[in-house]
Nanobody
Framework: QLQLMESGGGLVQPEGSLTLACTAP????????VGWFRQAPGKEREGVSC????????RYTDSVRGRFTIARDKVKNTVYLQMTRLKPEDTAVYYC??????????????WGQGTQVTVSS
């Protein structure tokens, strides 16, 4: 399994913003679909967003559409998840994942260790 590294998590107040970053130290993400997932305590992991290679077309789950933006920086080999208007229910461990495929898949091959996002006043 290839290594992915997330960063940018932390504690933020409701309606605040955070930007998560996913980078791959050992390989290029250019030809990979990259997804962001999250898992809250006691809940199943859910897909949040995905960006496919070539045209970087994004996908979002309904609960974050309009608030989160996924973007790829090919020079920095990083995929970002910009999160705005955060809500307490966005609190979770966020994971990035990658798969060498041209569309956003349902299954991913490579995973990061996760970064905690806590939304609380």
């Amino acid at each position: 399994q290839l290594q992915l590294m997330e960063s940018g998590g932390g504690l933020v107040q409701p309606e605040g913003s955070l930007t998560l970053a996913c980078t791959a130290p050992e390989f290029s993400l250019v030809d990979y679909a990259v997804g962001w997932f999250r898992q809250a305590p006691g809940k199943e992991r859910e897909g949040v967003s995905c960006i496919r290679p070539r045209d970087d077309h994004p996908r979002y789950t309904d609960s974050v559409r309009g608030r989160f933006t996924i973007a790829r920086d090919k020079v920095k080999n990083t995929v970002y998840l910009q999160m705005t208007r955060l809500k307490p229910e966005d609190t979770a461990v966020y994971y990035c994942a990658a798969r060498h495929i041209s569309v956003c898949p349902t299954e991913f091959d490579h995973w990061g260790q996760g970064t905690q996002v806590t939304v609380s006043s």
